[in-house]
């Protein structure tokens, strides 16, 4: 089996940060600073990440071959399978308040067809043979099937791959909902999603770790194998058949949290690429999400500015028992 990940990015999007220069007022003029635009959407910024680290990896996604997206990942140097379409891809906008606050600004995107969701699928089949993970990440345009993640998961089986889903609402409990054959080898929520899965409030889970570990038992219940559960600044919990470990993440100036879910599970891929062990697979998550809060804007981190050292790793709940040493850097 190749180390090779495939992401598919169904919704993908321009992701245009606007850098204000003081808190949020609604009705008033604010005069911006610098503001980016990335390639965006969550499977192509787990891309991003990966192959920053140098991994092997080759973005899915629905884009005219003269689409902006393109044109900029095809810059970076990173492996397209692209599905081609009319419609321009979608632009979503973060308002980044120098606190760290973000305020995003999604548009749906373009519909598709059954015509290019078919095409999708088939390339997406084609570039999973023998790899390593599949991830399905992100929203679904609009008119997509709710249970398209779930129909997805089972026909990929047959290719050897492990899969990953990052995505939220309808399309996650559809997922859930669909029985344990469309369950994943990896699911990522955070606390919010979390909650819309269990139903336990997501201030509960948040206050109580023991809450928020049967709710994670009972995605185990329904078919998950491995449950990267994120929660911001309080670091992630990762829960599988080697058992329940937590991370506290360094101390850092958060600049926009756009895109750290996403690094976080691209940091576990990257580690479970190096063979870690879970312990170190959740330490590589956290100092990626973590490195991601920490730049502007939707920036990917590179491995130089990873550090797994500074991640407070747990076996158990957090202050449940004696922290494990760092192995060092970051699986790369």
Aim: overall charge negative.
């Amino acid at each position: 089996m190749r180390a090779r990940v495939v992401t598919l990015t169904a919704n993908p999007s321009l992701d245009r940060t606007l850098a204000l220069p003081g808190p949020l007022e609604r009705g008033s003029v604010a005069r911006l600073g610098v503001s980016s635009t990335e390639p965006g959407g969550k499977g192509v910024n787990v891309s991003r990440a990966l192959a920053a680290a140098g991994a092997d990896v080759v973005s899915v996604l629905p884009a005219a071959d003269d689409d902006p997206i393109v044109t900029e990942l095809r810059h970076r140097g990173l492996p397209l399978a692209t599905v081609p379409v009319t419609a321009p891809v979608r632009t979503n906008y973060t308002l980044a308040e120098p606190d760290g606050t973000t305020t995003k600004l999604n548009e749906p995107g373009a519909a598709l067809d059954d015509v290019t969701r078919a095409a999708l699928e088939r390339v997406l089949h084609e570039q999973a043979e023998g790899a390593r993970w599949v991830v399905l990440s992100g929203s679904l345009p609009p008119g997509t099937p709710v249970d398209w993640y779930a129909t997805l998961v089972r026909s990929l089986r047959g290719t050897g791959a492990r899969i990953a889903v990052d995505t939220s609402e309808a399309p996650l409990q559809a997922l859930l909902e669909a029985g344990p054959g469309a369950a994943p080898d990896l699911l990522k929520p955070n606390t919010e999603e979390l909650a819309q899965l269990t139903g336990v409030g997501e201030a509960e889970l948040l206050a109580d770790p023991e809450a928020a570990l049967s709710a994670v038992r009972t995605l185990h219940g329904r078919g998950v194998a491995e449950v990267l559960l994120t929660l911001g600044a309080d670091g992630a919990l990762l829960s599988g058949p080697d058992g329940v470990w937590s991370a506290r993440p360094p101390a850092i100036a958060v600049r926009s949290t756009v895109g750290a879910g996403d690094c976080s599970l691209a940091g576990h891929l990257l580690a479970d690429l190096a063979d870690a062990p879970a312990a170190e697979r959740l330490r590589s998550a956290v100092a990626y999400g973590a490195a991601s809060a920490s730049l502007p804007g939707s920036a990917v981190p590179t491995p130089a500015q990873v550090d797994g050292s500074a991640v407070r790793v747990t076996a158990g709940l957090a202050g449940g028992t004696t922290p494990l040493p760092a192995a060092g850097r970051t699986a790369r």
